[in-house]
């Protein structure tokens, strides 16, 4: 069954520097996504992506954040300079269509990421 | 702005028994809802999705969630649970536009035989 995979699955970083949360979604899905959670909170929405652009983002996501699709197969998230407060669970999901409502959107396991 | 309240942040049931886990939420209008479980080490799993029709939905693994209006609740239950079960619950509703899904903090299911 295809699904979606995320590495690393725990990620350390100084304060301050940069990371990239790497996702695989599955192959012929077309919307992208990445959602967080900060340990004993809401999972919150990040960021929507589609055709090599941002479809929607949240108050989060601010200049610090950026995703891209590099290449066919890969989605990707970076944190251009981490502070403490980005500490969390990072999921990235994917679906097929846009409406969450007919188009169930598949999570990866997630990254953990922990700034120090 | 939608937002989604499950208050029970653990669970504990015996193998077995029944479970109701609860989730109200705020939308302004006809919400679509969602219940998602992880697994330890797994992703988010679509269980079930309500969003017209009957109140009452069916999911996989034996769950099933009932849409009340008028308590704006969304409550996931299982007649009899396995230990399988064991696993993080989170509700979820989406706007009627777009794709992005707000969540609840997520309700920890723990069973005991």
């Known amino acids: 069954e295809p699904e979606v995979t995320q590495t690393p699955s725990h990620q350390v970083t100084q304060m301050g520097q940069e990371v990239i949360l790497r996702c695989v979604p599955i192959?012929?899905?077309?919307?992208f996504y990445w959602y967080r959670q900060i340990l004993g909170q809401k999972v919150e929405f990040l960021v929507s992506?589609?055709?090599?652009?941002?479809?929607?983002k949240s108050e989060i996501f601010d200049d610090q954040f950026s995703v891209e699709r590099p290449d066919g197969s890969n989605f990707t998230l970076k944190i251009r300079s981490t502070k403490l407060e980005d500490s969390a669970m990072y999921f990235c999901?994917?679906?097929?269509?846009?409406?969450?409502?007919?188009?169930?959107?598949?999570f990866g396991p997630g990254t953990r990421l922990t700034v120090l | 702005a939608q937002s989604v309240t499950q208050p029970d942040i653990h669970i504990t049931v015996s193998e077995g028994a029944s479970l109701e886990l609860r989730c109200n939420y705020s939308?302004?209008?006809?919400?679509?809802l969602f219940w998602y479980v992880q697994s330890p080490g797994q992703g988010l799993q679509l269980l079930l999705k309500?969003?017209?029709?009957?109140?009452l939905v069916q999911g996989i693994k034996g769950f099933e969630a009932e849409f009340k209006r008028s308590q704006s609740s969304f409550n996931l239950r299982k007649p009899s649970v396995h230990w399988s079960d064991a696993a993080e619950y989170f509700c979820?509703?989406?706007?009627?536009?777009?794709?992005?899904?707000?969540f609840g903090a997520g309700t920890i299911l723990r069973v005991k035989s």
């Open positions: 192959s012929n899905h077309l919307y």
């Open positions: 309500y969003f017209s029709g009957d109140t």
């Open positions: 979820a509703v989406g706007a009627s536009h777009g794709n992005k899904l707000v």
């Open positions: 939308y302004g209008a006809t919400p679509y």
């Open positions: 992506f589609y055709n090599n652009e941002i479809s929607e």
């Open positions: 999901a994917s679906s097929a269509g846009e409406l969450a409502v007919y188009n169930e959107q598949f």
